[in-house]
C-alpha cells in the first residue's frame, strides 16, 4: 500500500512540474490521474505558482492532463506578479490556458500600477486582453473618486470604466448620475448618458 502511495505521488508530482513554470506546496496532498480525471487536491496553506500567477488558499484542487484549471476554495489570496494585481476573494477559478480568472464572492482587485482598488461579489479577469468585468455591488476607488454600480468593465490598457445598472460617480464633492457612465482613469474625465443628473459643489 506504501509502494503504491509513493508512486501515485511520484506521478502526480511529475505532471505537476513536467508544465511550464508549475510548482505547489500545501499541508496535505491527495488526487487521482485516472485518464480524462487527472485532479490534484491541496489542502491547508496550500499554494501554486503558475508562470508569473501565485494563487494561496485553504484548498486548492488542480485539474486536467496539463494541469490546466485550478479551483481555489476560503481565504483566497492571488498576485499577479507581472501586472503587479492583487486580489482577495471568497473562491477563485483559474483557467491557465486561457489566462481568465473568476473570483466569486467577497471579492476585491488592486490594481497597484494604476493605483485602483475595486470590489464585486463577481469579478471576471481577463489577463491576455487585461479586461476586468465587476458586477453586483460594484465599487471603485482612485484617489478621492468612488464609482458605484451593479455591472463594470475596466479596460487596463486604454484606463477605461464603463459602469452600467444605477452607475453614481462621487468625485471629491461632486456627485453624478445617469444610465450609463465611462471614466477616463487617467484624466478622471467623466461622460454621461441617460437620464444624466447631479450636483456640483463650488
Known sequence: MRIRLVIFLLIIGFNLFAADNFSFRADRMSGSSAMGRETTILTGNAEVR????????????????????????GNVWGFDEKKNILFYTD???????????????????????NEIVARGRFIEYDDENEIAIFQIAVRLFKDDMVCRSEY????????????TGFPIVYKKNDEFHADRIRVDLDTDDVTMEGSVSGSITN
Request: aromatic share 6%; proline share 0%.
Open 152 to 163: 463594470a468593465i475596466y479596460n487596463r490598457n486604454d484606463k477605461l470604466l464603463d459602469l
Open 91 to 113: 473562491r477563485l477559478r483559474y483557467d491557465r490556458h486561457n489566462k481568465i480568472a473568476r473570483l466569486e464572492g467577497n471579492s476585491t482587485l488592486e490594481d497597484k500600477e
Open 50 to 73: 503558475s508562470d508569473s500567477m501565485l494563487l494561496r488558499a485553504n484548498r486548492i484542487e488542480i485539474q486536467g492532463a496539463d494541469n490546466e484549471f485550478i479551483d481555489c476554495i
